[in-house]
Nanobody
């Protein structure tokens, strides 16, 4: 059973950098044909895909967040991390990590097919 757990600060000040870590158990983040993704849901809004990292370490980002977002990983700890720079109150959301199966298509054009999700963690950007 693959499990994902987000961790990080619940409160971040505007203009600061947010770091969120997803710890994966029951599966390897280097296992072939899987992506590890970050998604968020602002209050009262729908899910927004932020970015993902493939099993090879390749990264993919939402165009709207590419200038501020970065995903990295520590394979020895089975963790991948989202870095989001210059946060504003608009970045307040529940942040979720999830696993996605590779479909053989270009990642940006493929249909999202998440099979495991973390419970999410609340991040509030406020002074």
């Amino acid at each position: 059973q693959v499990q994902l757990q987000e961790s990080g600060p619940g409160l971040v000040k505007p203009s600061q950098t947010l770091f969120l870590t997803c710890t994966v158990s029951g599966g390897s983040i280097t296992r072939g044909d899987y992506y590890w993704s970050w998604i968020r849901q602002p209050p009262g809004k729908g899910l927004e895909w932020l970015g993902a990292m493939s099993w090879t370490g390749a990264t993919y980002y939402s165009p709207t967040l590419e200038s501020r977002a970065s995903i990295s990983r520590d394979t020895s700890k089975s963790q991948f991390t989202l870095q989001l720079n210059s946060v504003t109150p608009e970045d307040t959301a529940v942040y979720i990590c999830a696993r996605e199966k590779y479909t053989g298509r270009n990642y940006y054009t493929a249909t999202r097919n998440y099979d495991y999700w973390g419970p999410g963690t609340q991040v509030t950007v406020s002074s």
